[in-house]
């Protein structure tokens, strides 16, 4: 399995960004989270959350979706400039 081109996170809750190849080579992006939680002595990971994980979800979610709407741009300016 490939690994994320980026990771935000926020307390327990972490946020993967995925580059994917679609049909006739375009590139598109998908994301995923998790919360990360201790069962004793073992680390264990869920993508439910409980209320006070709702603002952590928002706050890395938020930063995943600005760092690809910032990204888009700039990877459409490096292609235009290949003339």
Known sequence: MSSP?????????????????????????????????????????TNSLKTNDIPKAIIALQKSYEYLVLKEPEAKLAAAMEI
């Open 5 to 45: 081109i980026k990771k935000f996170s926020a307390g327990g809750i972490q946020v993967a960004i995925w580059e994917n190849e679609g049909k006739e080579g375009r590139v598109f992006h998908s994301v995923s989270f998790d919360r990360r939680y201790k069962d004793k002595e073992e680390w264990k990971s």
